[in-house]
């Protein structure tokens, strides 16, 4: 039944890539500089209108060290993944100058002993996010198949996590839930279209 249900998307998917003429595939330099490998994936639908989905995922541990008070090893990582669809509207022809967007984020993180960020020096940190934002952005053509774009967006990001203390591991200090309003994407994307 799903791979039934999987078929049309895919050819909805195909005619309108063959309408736009136009596909991309993207990274994000800003991401890999917090080492997370990513990737997006773009689509012009119509003169104006593009949609986007670009994924991250983290699987590192970092070198380990010694707790600077209590002695206790601690295994520093930054695991998580992150999808975020968006939607743009261009102001004058698609992946070309300025862009507005709307996009919606998925995340689920487990992260601590980072000692070179305060929040993440003594606590891990293991939940999940979800939120929603707008966008503004601009991008340099640079010959016929590649683009270079610069974006921010700000929204919402309901976050819900346990926190533990690094060098006990196992010892939850609480659950929690956070409602986050502020910057949530900041891109400078490398884009090859696939014509």
Request: net charge positive.
């Amino acid at each position: 039944m799903t791979r039934i249900l999987f078929i049309p998307i895919l050819l909805a998917l195909w005619s309108l890539s063959v309408r736009a003429q136009q596909l991309g595939l993207q990274t994000n330099a800003l991401y890999w500089a917090t080492t997370t490998p990513n990737v997006g994936v773009t689509l012009g639908v119509g003169d104006h209108w593009s949609l986007s989905l670009h994924a991250g995922w983290n699987p590192w541990r970092f070198k380990s060290y010694d707790h600077p008070e209590s002695g206790e090893r601690v295994h520093p990582k930054m695991f998580h993944w992150t999808l975020m669809p968006e939607a743009k509207y261009w102001f004058c022809r698609r992946f070309e100058y300025w862009n507005l967007g709307l996009h919606t984020i998925a995340t689920q993180y487990n992260v601590g002993g980072l000692r070179f960020i305060k929040p993440l020096a003594d606590y891990r940190y293991q939940g999940y996010g979800v939120g929603a934002g707008v966008s503004a952005g601009y991008q340099w053509p640079l010959g016929d198949r590649w683009g270079v774009e610069l974006s921010i967006g700000v929204g919402y990001l309901f976050m819900k996590y346990d926190k533990y203390r690094c060098w006990q591991c196992g010892d939850r200090e609480g659950s929690y839930m956070r409602h986050y309003v502020g910057p949530t994407k900041a891109t400078i994307d490398l884009i090859y279209y696939i014509r």
